[in-house]
């Protein structure tokens, strides 16, 4: 997709992999052929830029063809380089300003609670994305209402567009701070799949209070040449290094 683009965000599409399949497989009730129902669960992808990562996973949940995912940031296409719910049914919410999804996301949990429904709400946040204030004020405010039916997952790759995130405005310690703003906090590897399951499980069980899940990943995962290296936050790759990332990804 991104080859074909000529332009993207390879790293943080590879490093939330695992947890995107986890919520589509598994965790959240959704219909993709019925993208409206008051009763699915939401999803928010608050950074944005990850949305190659969550048009291939829900193409493969048959939310749409994969073979449209090839018209990526071409004009006219409804799949962009950020995600517009306007054009394209299935998405919850616009996103790609960093920093406000997570604000969205307590909306609809409040909402959920207000009307007595029953859906959950996930929505994951980047690490240099962390760096915004308004992050923490929504923090603050999830916990004052309680919204246990809220889940916030921090994709930890550790770099941002301007380089590593411990260089650029660090945020540890990270699991005392959410912690202090009144959250549940799990700390997990986001590329293992049973302690992402486990974590899901552990904050349905939680009440009373949201929950924020740690996952560690790393930036370009499963591509060698991607792997921790800041420049493919938002940098295509060519033909034969495509080529090369399919090769080792096993497609």
């Known amino acids: 997709m991104l080859t074909e683009a000529g332009s993207g965000h390879p790293g943080g ?5 695992e947890i995107l399949v986890s919520l589509f497989a598994e965790e959240m009730n959704h219909d993709p052929k019925n993208v409206n129902n008051p009763d699915r669960d939401r999803f928010v992808l608050s950074k944005g830029h990850g ?14 063809s994969r073979d449209d995912l090839m018209t990526l940031r071409k004009l006219g296409s ?26 969205v996301a307590i909306g609809l949990a409040l909402a959920s609670k207000l009307d007595n429904d ?10 240099g994305e962390s760096q915004e204030g308004q992050i923490w004020e929504a923090a603050l405010s999830a916990a004052k209402f309680k919204l246990d039916n809220l889940v916030c997952i921090l994709d930890n790759n550790k770099a941002q ?26 700390s997990i590897n986001g590329h293992d799949f049973d302690q992402i399951f486990d974590a899901f499980d552990e904050a349905r069980a939680k009440k ?3 929950t924020f899940i ?7 995962k499963g591509v060698s040449f991607m792997e921790n290296v800041v420049d493919w936050h938002g940098k295509a790759p060519s ?13």
Request: negative net charge; charged residues 20%; aromatic residues 10%.
């Open 13 to 17: 599409s590879l490093s939330e992999v």
């Open 51 to 64: 949305i190659p990562g969550l048009y291939a996973v829900m193409a493969q949940f048959g939310y749409w």
């Open 78 to 103: 409804r799949f962009q380089g950020h995600p517009d719910r306007t054009r394209l049914p299935g998405l919850e919410t616009s996103t790609g300003s960093l920093g406000q999804g997570l604000s």
């Open 118 to 127: 029953a859906f959950r709400v996930y929505c994951v946040i980047g690490d």
């Open 161 to 186: 567009i301007d380089g590593y995130v411990q260089n650029v405005m660090p945020l540890e310690p990270i699991e005392d701070k959410w912690r202090s703003f009144g959250w549940h906090v799990i």
């Open 208 to 210: 009373g209070m949201p």
């Open 214 to 220: 740690l996952a560690d990943t790393l930036k370009g």
């Open 239 to 251: 033909r034969e290094e495509a080529e090369k990332a399919l090769a080792e990804l096993g497609a």
